[in-house]
């Protein structure tokens, strides 16, 4: 979720340079010794952990983690938790959310202290793969929810904002917008690269269940325009730095990276499924592939790069990068950092570890034990608390290395995830144990009690009613900043899927996880067009934005009139002013948008610029241009023109 730009850490600038693409090489350390064990001496040691399972679980072991709570609570907890999150999500989608549009997914209801009222591109479509997933899972209840989040997209995507507009794809970047789908003006941190990625990576997952149940038409005609703008604009602008998914260091970001390659991988298959092409996904998901090598340092990922921030780059960004690009068929792979390879365990311990000794909430956990887990440690925003998404995120990638180890049945520890292995038994040994051994019974054992504690921190620090908000304290675990905050509903919800072995479909990963010898740092210029939008009833009103292109000096300012009222009715004094916040010396883009002008209604305009005095007024040349608002299910639409001389 996001924090308040005023926290930034830097002013956001609105151009965007290349990233450096000094890489450093990558090896795969992973040199295994076997060590097997006796069937005999399994047995023996099976039976006895079973049965001190089954007599105690509060029994102290040199290894084994201790859970605060007992499982029986957990579990009790946890269904009644899974009820309450998903009725929190789906209390803050569309109509429910009391302003927003159908099919808007809000960040939070909260409003002021801080203001989440709005609806994020990023939280939108984590939380819409998550409901897109149980779906697909057996809740056939959702595919309303899912249904009208398409629609909204499509919108979207089509709305003119501070970022750019969707003709040359940079308005995909913008992070936010109004609930009623217009857009937010506000100062922000801008532009963020991830939303697009993630939206697709959401909509490709429902167009395979579709195609598999015999809608490909619909795919191809409805849904593909929609996740070809987002994958054209990854195609883009990936080797352009954003902001982080935090919203305030501009630079290179590991999560971004990580899931704008998975969405370029899975949108090259969808596409051939369908009939269709993905230049882009093509060319661009090894580049990026090779790119994210240059995140790992030796003993963590460094999470944000080529920016002005001073942090020591421990940050759940990565946590968080490693469960959005979880591949359940994939092997323990470092180049793609799956869940359970030997660089995403020695992260998850470099991360967690840095909050150990942070929070006051934390000083009582032992070293090996589950802590409550906070974005970085240089954080500010709130007092820097602990989040329940990346306490969650926590547990969720631990689950998600289970699954991929269990799948595998075989446990490897190498030079890089021995420090982490060494948390859940100190005598553990690099090698190769197999599903047989007695040493991998006991550490997956270790492994589940070890994500199951991370879980119980969430527990103890959720209020009676089960409300979650964005933090809870760090010093006494009391909520805190916005309430009902819907991705961290989202975030519970699928870290208890993972621990109920409910997993996502495939995207591709092992088929992926190969970069290029040398890396280079290119791009694929993409087409943009507004995808068909599918809605109930046509719209009254629609916002129109007006774009000209008109270079201007300094102190000049282009106005828009008009033959009615919201431009002025041909009053030079009451025209509607243009902004410049988009304006570059290549693309002198002047915008402005009129709300709630009546679908149907027609009239003519003309664009205008005031002199530097302020009061001398130049009009552009030519006859009064006609416009014809349209009629439909649109509520934004964009007319760009240029000055006519």
Known sequence: MPALYLCSLRVPGTETFNQDKSLRNFTDHRTQTNRMVSIALFIGLFSLVSCWTQISLAVPSAWFHSARRAPGDLDSFIATERSIALQGVLDNIGEKAIGADRGNIIASPSKNDPDYFYTWTRDSALTAKMLIDDFIAGDTSLQPQIEDYISAQAILQTVSNPSGDLSDGSGLGEPKFEVNSTAFTGPWGRPQRDGPALRATALIAYSRWLVLNGEEY???????????????????????????????????????????????????????????????????????????????????????????????????????????????????????????????????KAVTDSFRSLYAINLDRSQGAAVAVGRYTEDVYYGGNPWYLTTLAAAEQLYDAMYQINRLGLLIIDNTSLPFFQDLDPSIAIGTYPASSATYFNITLAMRRYADEYVSVVQEYTPADGRLAEQYS??????????????????????????????????????????????????????????????????????????????????????????????????????????????????????GTAGALPAGESFEYKYYKTGTDGVTVIYEGGANRVYTVPEGCARNVVQIDTWQE
């Open 474 to 591: 760090r010093s006494d675990g009391s909520p805190v900043s916005a309430v009902d905050l819907t991705w961290s509903y989202a975030s519970f919800r699928t870290a208890t899927d993972r621990r109920n072995s409910v997993v996502p479909a495939s995207w591709g990963a092992s088929n992926a996880s190969t970069p290029p010898g040398n890396c280079s740092g290119t791009s694929e210029p993409g087409t943009y067009a507004p995808a068909p939008i599918d809605c109930s009833s046509n719209v009254s009103t629609v916002a129109v934005t007006f774009n000209v292109r008109e270079p201007t000096i300094y102190g000049e300012t282009v106005f828009v009139s008009g033959s009615i009222a919201e431009l002025g009715n041909w009053d030079t004094s009451r025209g509607l002013e243009l902004h410049a916040y988009r304006y570059t010396s290549s693309n002198p883009l002047w915008s």
């Open 218 to 348: 619909r795919v191809a005609s409805k849904i593909w325009p929609i996740i070809s703008n987002d994958l054209n604009y990854v195609g883009e602008y990936w080797n352009q730095t954003g902001f982080d998914l935090w919203e305030e260091v501009d630079g290179s970001s590991f999560f971004t990276l990580a899931v704008q390659h998975r969405a370029l991988v899975e949108g090259q298959a969808l596409a051939e499924q369908i009939g269709k092409t993905c230049a882009a996904c093509k060319s661009q998901a090894p580049e990026v592939l090779c790119f994210l090598q240059s995140f790992w340092n030796g003993g963590f990922v460094v999470s944000n790069i080529n920016d002005q921030s001073t942090r020591n780059g421990r940050d759940a960004n990565s946590i968080l990068a490693s469960i959005h690009t979880f591949d359940p068929k994939a092997g323990c792979d470092d180049l793609t950092f799956q869940p359970c390879s030997s660089r995403a365990l020695a992260n998850h």
